[in-house]
């Protein structure tokens, strides 16, 4: 591992390629929603939205919480900033962000209008349910991408300040007690055999 621009760029686009796999997911399961919720389409498609979007939110954080852990190590004498994951959401941001400029550029027929804004809305999608909330103007789907940076930068400070939810959260606490316990009672029964 090392400090290099190329590498810090790869870095980076993993957040992209996060974000990619999460659009993907929502395209593969996009149908069972629409089968549904036919009745509602706004509400299924929506609801799945922010199941994609804890999925795609996991995905990156542990991904960056990895990373500034690797990052931290004396050996690789990088010495990076706890903040440094903020960066590397900015570059993955910039690609999901260009691929969404393209709207701008293409010029449809009017008839094709609501085809073109649909399009924008499911490259959105880990996001729609966001972009819904802000606003339904074509801008509220490019300010929802700042999310992105915010999620690595939050996952990159937990690796680097060693902040692990679930140990907060107790869960591996009580199972590492409990195999104490078994271990304790198996010694205890031994030397009661002795």
Do not use: C
């Amino acid at each position: 591992m090392d400090n290099k621009v190329w590498s810090q760029i790869k870095r980076g686009l993993r957040i992209t390629g996060d974000y990619i796999v999460a659009l993907i997911i929502f395209g593969i399961f996009s149908s069972i929603v629409f089968s549904f919720f036919k009745e509602n389409l706004e509400t299924g498609i929506t609801i799945f939205s922010v199941i994609i979007f804890l999925l795609m939110f996991s995905m990156m954080y542990t991904s960056m919480s990895d990373t500034a852990f690797r990052e931290k190590r004396p050996q690789y004498n990088i010495n990076p900033p706890p903040y440094k994951g903020f960066l590397y959401g900015a570059i993955g941001t910039l690609p999901i962000l260009l691929v969404q400029l393209i709207y701008y550029l293409v010029s449809v027929p009017e008839e094709f209008l609501t085809m073109k804004r649909r399009v924008l809305q499911a490259f959105t999608a880990p996001l729609y349910w966001l972009a819904k909330l802000i606003s339904h103007d074509e801008w509220a789907y490019h300010a929802v991408l700042l999310v992105i940076p915010v999620i690595a930068g939050l996952g990159y400070m937990a690796g680097f300040y060693d902040f692990f939810i679930m140990k907060k959260l107790g869960l591996f606490n009580k199972k590492k007690n409990n195999k104490d316990d078994r271990k304790g009672n198996k010694n205890l029964s031994a030397k009661k055999h002795q």
